[in-house]
């Protein structure tokens, strides 16, 4: 079964990063790519630029409304996702223990809706 692991993290304290953790951090995410992908598991992966530069939209009354910045404010953001395609959510569990963000932020895993 196919699972996203959302990342969530506070975007104000990653900013205040150093150069030398933002490097850590970097290989961390490429370590786990790795492992993910050499497991078989790993469908895609993305990160996502900071809210500011989000667009968020809604109709009401037929009309198309957009707004700067995400939906809601929120102690933490998304930044990033994996696509796994796992054989239960306990395989994903153990994966997202595994996403680097787990350790300061939160990992949110979504089972994929398959249709047919």
Known sequence: MRYL????Q???DHAKFSQEE??????A?????????QQGVLVSSEALLPTNTATTVRVRGGKTLH?????AETKEQLGGFYLLNCKDLDEA???AAKVPAATD????IRP???FE
């Open 10 to 12: 506070n975007e104000a």
């Open 29 to 37: 995410y490429m370590a786990f790519g790795k492992e993910a992908e």
């Open 105 to 108: 932020g939160s990992i949110e």
């Open 112 to 114: 994929i809706m398959e």
């Open 22 to 27: 933002l490097n850590e951090e970097y290989e």
């Open 67 to 71: 707004t700067d910045g995400p939906f």
């Open 5 to 8: 692991l959302l990342i969530y």
């Open 93 to 95: 569990i153990e994966f």
